[in-house]
């Protein structure tokens, strides 16, 4: 059976994008996000049949939310201290955003394993491998303070993902207008 890798997510506007990608600085051991690429992840899907996926973007298609106005801060970094491997921005707590996560957890679980999560919503602006630490830590001090423009959020995607070496290549296969 064919499958594949999915997941929902809010793409950003052009200037905000850009201003994400104004932070980027010459950290080695960065691989950083190109600004087409930058999105906001709600929920990771992973591999789905693809002979459901018509009858997963019907079931999204119900999601009747309203736009709302998001906002990024800080940068940090996950996994361990001594070897992190991705840096992201915040997105500022908004309730209509959590809302979407949990209707969006509804409607895909008949399609994938995935079990309900801490959501912590963030965008990832630079994956990590055997990074330099001093160069991350001046970065993380100098950009702690970092907040987006707002922007409003206007619709949800369902992307596919596909893994290539040069990094993952994104593809918006439906979007989901947010009233």
């Known amino acids: 059976m064919q499958q594949l890798r999915l997941f929902t997510g809010i793409s950003l506007p052009n200037y905000i994008a850009l ?4 932070l980027r600085e010459n ?54 201290g001594h070897d992190p ?8 707590d908004n309730e209509y955003l959590t809302d979407l996560y949990s209707l969006i957890i509804k409607k895909v679980r008949p399609y994938t394993q995935i079990n309900k999560i801490k959501f912590n919503p963030h965008l990832t602006i630079a994956r ?33 993902s596909e893994l290539r070496a040069e990094g993952a290549q994104y593809n ?3 979007s989901f207008e947010l009233y």
């Open 19 to 22: 201003q994400i990608d104004s």
């Open 85 to 92: 491997k991705v840096l992201y921005t915040s997105v500022i």
């Open 128 to 160: 990590l491998k055997h990074v330099d630490t001093p160069a991350l830590a001046n970065f993380l001090i100098k950009h702690h303070d970092f907040k987006s423009r707002i922007f409003n959020a206007k619709e949800f995607h369902l992307y596919s």
């Open 27 to 80: 950290i080695g051991g960065a691989r950083w996000t190109l600004p087409e690429n930058l999105h906001i992840t709600l929920v990771f899907l992973g591999d789905v049949e693809k002979h459901a996926i018509d009858d997963l973007m019907h079931d999204l298609e119900d999601i009747n939310m309203s736009s709302m106005d998001l906002q990024l801060k800080g940068v940090n970094t996950f996994g361990p």
């Open 172 to 174: 918006i296969e439906r």
